[in-house]
């Protein structure tokens, strides 16, 4: 896969860098939404190492920075292999050649993402209610109910490592796949005659609005 610079010409996307190109057609069905899912896949995997990227372009300090950067990475990598509109990456069938660490790291990260990061479940967050007493010396004798928050540190060298791997093997996978199907539908375009290729739909895109932010996006 590469990078494309396009252009919009009302609803029809225009694609650069193809001077002899008279228009871009819509593939559909079955290979073309799979197509679809795989390019997404690539989007968001290549988004969390930009974010693992970044963290080591900044410095120590704000630390709020690199944890927001470090938990956008891991729940970005692990969007691909959750449920939603796309087909979900499998991690049995991705690490299956590396060595058994990787699948026990990305059940690590797995269980970071769904109980820590997203949902409030496991030990790694947690509030301990306490009354402040004083020396006794006061009218009164408790000072101040607090809440002392303890959140268990997750960004460390090896951590980021192993996600960092995780990542660029996952979306090799995906890259490796997404050229095979870009192969075997060009085959199948190409067997069509220049006629029948021309009454084909073009490509074109719509801006999402407000009424279709609860509902699922149709498939290609």
Same mark, same amino acid.
């Given at each position: &896969?590469?990078?494309?610079?396009?252009?919009?010409?009302?609803?029809?996307?225009?694609?650069?860098?193809?001077?002899?190109?008279?228009?871009?057609?819509?593939?559909?069905?079955?290979?073309?939404?799979?197509?679809?899912?795989?390019? #997404?896949?690539?989007?968001?995997?290549?988004?969390?190492?930009?974010?693992?990227?970044?963290?080591?372009?900044?410095?120590?300090?704000?630390?709020?920075?690199?944890?927001?950067?470090?938990?956008?990475?891991?729940?970005?990598? &692990?969007?691909?292999?959750?449920?939603?509109?796309?087909?979900?990456?499998?991690?049995?069938?991705?690490?299956?050649?590396?060595?058994?660490?990787?699948?026990?790291?990305?059940?690590?990260?797995?269980?970071?993402?769904?109980?820590?990061?997203?949902?409030?479940?496991?030990?790694?967050?947690?509030?301990?209610?306490?009354?402040?007493?004083?020396?006794?010396?006061?009218?009164?004798?408790?000072?101040?109910?607090?809440?002392?928050?303890?959140?268990?540190?997750?960004?460390?060298?090896?951590?980021?490592?192993?996600?960092?791997?995780?990542?660029?093997?996952?979306?090799?996978?995906?890259?490796?796949?997404?050229?095979? #199907?870009?192969?075997?539908?060009?085959?199948?375009?190409?067997?069509?005659?220049?006629?029948?290729?021309?009454?084909?739909?073009?490509?074109?895109?719509?801006?999402?609005?407000?009424?279709?932010?609860?509902?699922?996006?149709?498939?290609?």
């Amino acid at each position: &896969m590469e990078d494309l610079k396009l252009s919009l010409h009302g609803t029809t996307i225009h694609i650069e860098g193809f001077p002899d190109a008279v228009s871009v057609l819509a593939v559909q069905g079955p290979k073309a939404r799979r197509l679809a899912d795989l390019a #997404l896949h690539q989007s968001d995997l290549e988004f969390a190492s930009q974010c693992l990227d970044s963290i080591n372009l900044l410095s120590a300090e704000p630390r709020l920075v690199h944890q927001a950067l470090w938990r956008s990475a891991i729940i970005h990598y &692990m969007k691909c292999f959750g449920e939603g509109a796309r087909f979900q990456l499998t991690a049995e069938r991705i690490y299956k050649t590396e060595s058994p660490l990787a699948m026990e790291n990305f059940r690590f990260f797995k269980a970071l993402r769904n109980k820590h990061f997203v949902q409030d479940e496991n030990a790694y967050t947690q509030c301990n209610p306490g009354a402040v007493l004083n020396d006794g010396t006061k009218p009164f004798k408790i000072e101040k109910i607090v809440c002392v928050v303890v959140v268990g540190e997750t960004l460390d060298q090896i951590a980021y490592a192993n996600l960092k791997l995780l990542s660029a093997q996952a979306l090799a996978w995906v890259i490796a796949e997404f050229d095979a #199907l870009c192969n075997q539908l060009t085959a199948e375009l190409e067997v069509l005659n220049y006629s029948q290729l021309s009454e084909m739909p073009r490509l074109i895109t719509n801006s999402p609005t407000l009424e279709e932010i609860n509902a699922r996006r149709k498939a290609p």
